[in-house]
């Protein structure tokens, strides 16, 4: 009887094992992705060269608030955000988060983390409220210098963006902004007050922050202001889709241009400088693997990174967009083109997600995406009814850290290496996955992995040659999210919008330790360091 049992125990236990081997071995293939994925954003700051910037960016009204205090005027956000309907919740950026009056406090937190440069932009309507129809506000300079002097004082290298997004509303109400010429002679009047205030202590200077972009929401789109659109991209009031957005993007490549010039004749020998202008640069993939699709790639990032990048290194736009828009897209005159071409010192690049990219010249498409403006591509992160990467905060932006290792080798390639700096690179969770309890939005894990991933694939093409030069985190604090307004949170920092008191995420003591610790450390596994640097005091 007991050796009965005894077999039959040891029967049991055979089929036991040899059904969970069986098990393991069905997975086998899911588990070596598993791991390996892991094993590839495995990332250490011993991985990037010396002297290389780590730093946090934000920009002004999003940030700042104080919108009509001590000079400042009204700008076009400041109008646009109070028009019922144009932005969620009705949010806007009169207080934001109210950096004009806590920026020492911000400082603060920037040194606890320990980056060693952050990116800002200025406020146009606060050093220049009537542009150059009226006087330059010493008060708004004021500020700006005492930020740099703290900035400085604490070791972090100021980055500073002459432009993003913002602009006094009475050069919208004069001659249209950025679709009018005039507009060049009002940017390069600024940039000179910008150069002769702050120059002697700034090192990185960028013009705008992704015209490319600007052009596309602003006058494509209409969710940014003046919110000019036309069938089938919107129905706004007053725009044309085809065509506004390239006038635009002229205007303002010409801008940068003449900014440059006058930087590098007038300032640049004496205050040792480096500039360049921030291009919105997302990557592509065929969204089937066929030669159409795999031609609209090459379209897509034309029509969006190449637009912006060609002419100020090569003097022109992409032949692929001459060849698709003709007589629309404007022409440098010569002497434009001389001005225009190696504009930069380095490269400046945004970079948030990839997308599939289809081909609309030979397959139907949605409206918009077969017409000329658009390249004649149709762009998803959705293919067969699976998402390219995990979802986030923005329905276009997906997490695929691949992306970022290909857009660094296709600017690379396409533009002799030239020195490049990633000034922004983040994530936002999708609406699913917050929750409303402060707790929860505090233990982002996700943004964690986000950039680990990402530092990762940025590591991997620096040690294949690319000459980049920083990686900055958008952003430093949860802010005003342009159309989003405050429903999107990519901060380090979560920023309670009754109280406005920073508090670090999970990702803030994530970001500290990365800069710090040593490479053994950095090298742990995720779960051990999220464990670890969750007691880590900031």
């Not at 705008?208 to 202001?225: H, K, W």
């Not at 991209?233 to 940068?256: K, Q, R, T, W």
């Not at 990174?305 to 060849?323: C, N, Q, S, T």
């Amino acid at each position: 009887m007991q050796i009965n049992m005894q077999l039959k125990i040891s029967q049991l236990l055979s089929f036991f094992f040899f059904f969970f081997f069986s098990f393991v071995l069905l997975l086998h293939p899911y588990l070596a992705e598993t791991t390996n994925e892991h094993e590839e954003e495995e990332v250490r700051r011993s991985q990037f060269p010396d002297g290389f910037l780590f730093g946090t960016s934000t920009s002004a009204y999003q940030i700042e608030g104080a919108y009509l205090e001590d000079g400042k005027s009204l700008n076009n956000w400041d109008v646009f955000t109070h028009i019922p309907g144009n932005i969620k919740n009705n949010d806007n950026g009169d207080i934001a988060d109210d950096h004009y009056h806590q920026f020492l406090e911000d400082i603060e937190l920037m040194q606890s983390l320990g980056v060693n440069a952050y990116r800002f932009s200025i406020s146009w309507s606060r050093i220049l409220p009537r542009g150059r129809f009226g006087e330059v506000n010493t008060r708004g300079i004021t500020f700006y210098n005492n930020l740099i002097d703290n900035l400085l004082l604490r070791g972090i290298e100021p980055f500073l963006t002459i432009h993003h997004n913002d602009i006094p509303q009475e050069l919208e109400d004069r001659y249209g902004s950025w679709l009018s010429p005039l507009m060049q002679e009002d940017f390069v009047y600024f940039a000179e007050i910008c150069f002769k205030s702050f120059g002697h202590k700034i090192k990185y200077w960028t013009t705008l922050n992704e015209p490319n972009l600007f052009a596309d929401m602003a006058y494509i789109r209409g969710r940014y202001p003046p919110g000019h659109c036309s069938p089938p991209f919107g129905n706004c009031s007053s725009g044309n889709s085809d065509v506004e957005p390239l006038v635009a993007m002229h205007n303002m490549i010409l801008a940068h241009a003449k900014a440059v010039k006058l930087y590098r004749q007038n300032f640049q020998s004496k205050q040792g400088g480096l500039i360049s202008i921030v291009a919105n640069a997302m990557m592509y993939e065929a969204f089937r693997e066929n030669e159409d699709d795999r031609k609209a790639v090459s379209r897509a990032l034309a029509f969006q990174v190449a637009w912006m990048l060609d002419p100020i290194v090569y003097g022109d736009y992409p032949p692929e967009m001459r060849h698709y828009l003709g007589s629309t897209l404007p022409r440098f005159s010569q002497e434009e083109i001389s001005i225009v071409k190696e504009s930069i010192d380095l490269i400046a690049i945004n970079h948030y997600t990839t997308l599939y990219a289809k081909d609309c010249i030979n397959s139907a498409c949605i409206p918009g995406s077969d017409r000329p403006v658009k390249g004649f591509v149709y762009t998803t992160g959705e293919r067969d009814g699976v998402l390219i990467g995990d979802p986030t905060a923005n329905p276009d932006f997906f997490v695929v850290p691949r992306g970022m290792e290909k857009l660094i080798n296709y600017v690379k390639e396409r533009y002799n290496n030239m020195p490049m700096i990633v000034t922004e690179n983040g994530f936002a969770p999708a609406p699913q996955q917050k929750q409303q309890d402060q707790q929860d939005l505090l233990q982002d894990s996700e943004r964690i992995n986000f950039h680990r991933s990402y530092l990762a694939a940025l590591a991997k093409a620096i040690r294949n040659g690319a000459d980049v030069r920083g990686y900055f985190v958008w952003s430093m604090m949860d802010n005003f999210e342009w159309a989003d307004g405050y429903s999107s949170q990519y901060g380090l920092y979560y920023v309670d919008r009754r109280t406005l008191e920073r508090i670090p995420k999970l990702s803030a003591k994530w970001y500290k330790n990365f800069l710090a610790v040593d490479a053994s450390r950095n090298s742990k596994n995720i779960t051990s360091i999220v464990s670890e640097i969750a007691k880590v005091e900031i």
